[in-house]
């Protein structure tokens, strides 16, 4: 049972960097971390700038050589003592994940999950990383990965444990140090992640600095001594990050927005409708539709479309939206009132320009009177309406009828994004086609959200570049080098 007023208790009254395994004093400006639900103040935070992003740097920068020499084994033996420490932890910093962001706990429990799960698949990937070499006339061809040196990696604030284990675990693994900048509205579970790094790493490998995109942000990618920069957020500042890499040519890795495709063929049995209607209402409304994989524009085809969508708006009306902290609701609430108003003015939007099935809504929930609490909210509509086209970020999903196959598979590609799609059919074949034909970086048959440690994650077109989640990502951490003897 994990215990939220602990959780709370646990926590420092204010927050520096975390640099070379210590937090510095708290000097200069300061922003509150706030409870997303109640409006209660966890903590000051330290605003941190490009002096602090500047010793960050240092720190990773002396660390490097001494990190780079470990072998494999004892960088997997500290991935894997982390991905313990976070285990024991669990209670606590998903308690911290849902007052500061509003999510349930059940949700937070499984993101923490998640984070121990990619430290321990690269604490064992990183043993497999190999090169390779052949003989050559009258030598020796070597082809060996080397890492990069110090990465700075920024993250946004929806899923803040996976999102720090999906940028540190990697990096560290294949021996490069990280400088890490958390998202301005989830920054306390990152910086308590410090204090277990603080026992385990040699100082200096891994240093977090909180603060805002346009200041500490902005100065950790233009930052000359950073070698490789790893990004999650929006694809609005994907292209800023892009581009502070293309200025100094180092390279890039982009983790940006989705608006996927979420598609049922007439062909399910009656039977399996209501768990496909499950699998749908948990596609678009986990993480209260704050994610990027969400699907959220779902394809029925018009022969199950009303008896599809008659059980969808009873699924939907049965979620609970409540206390993120009280009990295990699928809904709590969104991160911050710009969130929030974000979210009403798509809903606003929906209203005139679409058929709103069922929500449209904001819930009270007592007790909780600074949360943006949503009703699950389900419009119908057409593939180039604004709501089916535009990432929204909230627990908004459009339903769109489709009936020719080869019209459905270019509705679901004309869109800019690329990041995951899901396909229900009992049909292999055609769902094979499916798959092959869909402009996604992800797509699960007959199931969403399926993410096992290994599976490549990242998106075509405007939702990113590169590959997380998977050995491939070693690759991105690393350089090629080529090394021939003449014998
Ligand atoms: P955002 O892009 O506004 O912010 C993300 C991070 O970038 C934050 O840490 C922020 O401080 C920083 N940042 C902002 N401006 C910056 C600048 N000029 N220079 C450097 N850093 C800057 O994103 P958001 O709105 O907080 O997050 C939601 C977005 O993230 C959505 O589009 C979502 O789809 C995307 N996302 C993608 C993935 C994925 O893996 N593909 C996962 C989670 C979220």
């Given amino acids: 049972m994990t215990d939220v007023s602990a959780a709370r208790a646990s926590l420092s009254r204010s927050y520096g960097a975390f640099i070379n395994n210590s937090f510095q004093p708290v000097k200069g400006p300061v922003f509150a971390a706030t409870a997303a639900a109640t409006g209660e103040h966890l903590a000051d935070i330290a605003r941190c700038g490009k002096d602090q992003i500047d010793a960050a740097v240092a720190s990773a920068k002396t660390a490097f050589p001494i990190w780079r020499a470990k072998t494999p084994e004892e960088r997997a033996a500290c991935l894997s003592r982390l991905a313990d420490a976070i285990e024991r932890e669990a209670g606590r910093l998903m308690a911290i994940d849902t007052l500061d962001i509003g999510r349930g706990l059940w949700e937070t429990g499984l993101d923490h999950a998640i984070a121990v799960q990619q430290y321990r698949y690269f604490a064992a990937a990183i043993l497999t990383h190999e090169g390779w070499g052949r003989p050559i006339a009258d030598g020796y061809l070597v082809a060996k990965r080397e890492p990069y040196g110090v990465c700075g990696q920024i993250i946004p604030w929806n899923v803040p444990a996976i999102m720090a284990a999906f940028k540190i675990a990697p990096a560290i693994a294949a021996g490069n140090t990280v ?3 958390p998202d301005e509205h989830a920054s306390l579970s990152t910086l308590e992640l410090g204090k277990l790094i603080a026992e385990i790493f040699p100082p200096g490998v891994i240093n977090i600095v909180p603060g805002f995109g346009e ?5 950790l990618t233009s930052h000359p001594d950073v070698a490789k920069l790893a990004f999650t957020g929006s694809s609005e500042v994907g292209r800023l990050i892009s581009a502070a890499g293309a200025q100094r040519l180092v390279p890039v890795s982009l983790e940006l927005g989705g608006k996927s495709p979420n598609i049922v063929f007439p062909d399910i049995a009656v039977a399996d409708m209501d768990a496909i209607v499950d699998n749908v209402t948990f596609a678009s409304m986990y993480c209260n539709g704050q994610s990027c994989l969400a699907g959220t524009r779902l394809f029925l085809h018009r022969d199950i479309y009303d008896d599809f969508m008659q059980r969808l708006v009873a699924s939907m ?15 709590g609430c969104l991160v911050s009132e710009k969130q ?20 449209g809504g904001r819930a009270e929930v007592p007790g909780c009177n600074a949360g943006w609490f949503f009703e699950p909210t389900v419009f119908e509509t057409t593939n180039d309406t604004r709501i089916a086209q535009e990432e929204i970020f909230g627990p908004v999903l459009s339903v769109i009828r489709w009936s020719d196959y080869d019209r459905l598979i270019h509705d679901a590609n004309d869109i800019r994004y690329g ?19 869909l402009q996604a970086g992800n797509v699960w048959i007959n199931n969403y959200f399926n993410l096992a440690p290994g599976s490549p994650f990242g998106g075509f077109k405007e939702s ?6 998977c050995h491939e990502t070693l690759n991105m951490y690393t350089h090629l080098k080529a090394v021939t003897v003449q014998t």
Wanted: aromatic content about 8%.
């Fill in 464 to 469: 990113g570049i590169g590959s997380e989640f």
């Fill in 419 to 437: 990041l995951a799609a899901g396909i229900y059919t009992n049909d292999l074949a055609s769902a094979w086609d499916t798959a092959d034909r």
């Fill in 340 to 359: 929030g108003r974000r979210v009403q003015s798509y809903i606003d939007i929906g209203k005139e320009q679409a058929s709103l099935a069922t929500g």
């Fill in 317 to 331: 009306r049965r979620i609970r939206v409540a206390d993120p902290t009280n009990s295990y609701p699928l809904l």
């Fill in 215 to 219: 200041e500490a942000g902005a100065a």
């Fill in 179 to 181: 400088v890490l900048k």
